[in-house]
RNA sequence: GGUCCGUUCAUCUAAGGGUUAGGAUUCAAGAUUUUCAUUCUUGCCAUAGGGGUUCGAAUCCCCUACGGACUACCA
């Protein structure tokens, strides 16, 4: 029998997503549009101490902005509703219960402190303190005979939690989609808190199984760092007697640092130089911003791409892949098992591949607000010139402004090193009669333009590069930017005039 | 320390016992562009090490080394 594709993303809203989070629900949402499934947003913030306002919010606009879209969730509602665990907080003790009552599970009354003296105290003995089967007896438990009064313990009021009690010298065998079979023995494994009196709320562990449950997850595919957590996962579901409907777990290589050492963390796009979110993100606490792709200049679907190359790979050797085209060629076995490297200059190129693709009426509406953001305003007629004349120095969306300032605002400053390779000796005088000729002419197109530069040139006995890049200098500022005829041409006898006097006076 | 996962060019990766170990990014050189960029061509660069198994190993097995994750009343 076929179960029907049930996946979820389940990320905590304890800060901005970062690249390695939005890898995760690419994967998730493609393998479930590729099985005609359902895609699931659940926001898990059962650690209320750790949420950060607007944290929610910023996923939700990150996976839209990269075309990633849910079914069900806290936004679209359905049939599970509510998909915020911190709203789905009544349904979780019974289940807590269920395992205390069927021997799976015991209540714990040992204080913070009790437990920090424990790790303090092995760690000094040079071991490390798991709370498992050889102590949970001695410890203050309801398994332990001096506690047999827990209940009344409980009833008046004292702290507790339930911890699940995991059995002695069982070998637990797991199946991963990526990395196949996987055996531990449960003797190594700790007995996880599943429930906590503090604050009336589920851990993770207990929350995750019992809502991937009730929700009809049927796959789990998740970062690599969950693994060590997987057989505690799958004995929860056989002590909750779930085994039958069990997803099948995928656990994903890491996303690492691209300097070597360890996976990528939030920190390392500021020291690095690149960005490790989608969007813009302004910390709440600290008004400390970081920036996303968006800010760098991204196209969301090369964003996208990038990330999809990330641990997957077709089989083939296409690299440029439309969502739709994601979709119909992905596949859980093509996911690559080691962690991969951040490569900042790959995602450029991707950037620059897409930005190539659209037509200059695709990059019209993209591009006129970086005009506008700088206080210019064009018509559209004008700025699809621009456009069809630079478009290809751009790499990233920031890079148009660099490219084409010129074109909407006289240049302020002129490039030191171009100046003095290129302002010099005769040169002021050679562009005040270049100036003086170009003001008799009658047309300013630059085939003409281009003739009239030549005849000049050979006129004056002088060197066609000198006059050229004076000239450019003049137009632009530096040394950089299209053909100087269709420059001239754009611009216009006016600015051109302009500009040169401009020159002439600053330099 | 313990448990688990991993290891092919600098980077992302292909090759699921038989290829001169392929592609892409980066980098370098050349051509084009009287600027800069683009584009094109070419080049450099890898199976972590050691043992097996086999006619034959990047591929299967073992050991070593290295890397990583996890080891909370966090997810």
Known sequence: MERRVRVRFAPSPTGPLHIGGVRTALYNYLFARKHGGDFILRIEDTDSTRWVAGAEEYIIKSLAWCNIRFDEGVVEGGPHAPYRQSERKNIYFQYARQLVESGHAYYAFDTPEELEALRKDAESKGGAFTYNYQVREQLKTSLNPAFANYEERISRGEKWVIR???????????????????????????DKVLFKSSDGLPTYHLANVVDDYLMQISHVIRGEEWL?????????????????????????????????????????GDRMGFPVFPLHWVDPATGEVSLGYDDYGFLPEAF?????????????????????EL??????????????KFDFEKAKWFNQQYLRQKSNQQLL?????????????????????IIDMVRERLILLTDFWKQ???????????DADVVKKRWKDNVPQLIQQLK????????????????FLHHFVEKNNANMGAVMNALRLCMVGGSYGPELPLILETLGKETTLRRIENALKKL
């Open 164 to 190: 699940f009690k995991v059995p002695a010298n069982q070998e637990i065998h797991m199946f991963d989609l990526i990395r196949g079979e996987v055996v531990v023995n449960s003797s190594t494994l700790d």
């Open 228 to 268: 060590p957590s997987l057989p505690l996962h799958v004995l929860l579901y056989k002590a909750l007697g779930w085994e039958e409907v069990m997803p099948q777990f995928a656990h994903l290589p890491l996303l690492l640092k691209p300097d070597g050492k360890g996976k990528l963390s939030k920190r390392d």
């Open 304 to 324: 996208v791409n990038f990330l999809a190359l990330l641990g997957w790979h077709p089989g083939n050797d296409q690299e440029i892949f439309s969502m739709e």
């Open 327 to 340: 979709i119909e060629t992905f596949s859980i076995d093509r996911i690559s098992k080691s962690g991969a």
């Open 365 to 385: 509406p993209i591009i006129k607000p970086i005009v506008e953001k700088q206080g210019v305003t064009v018509n559209d007629d004008y700025l699809l010139r």
């Open 404 to 414: 084409a300032h010129f074109f909407f605002v006289d240049p302020d400053t002129y």
């Open 436 to 451: 003086n000729e170009l003001s008799q002419l009658e047309h300013f197109k630059a085939d003409e333009l281009k003739e």
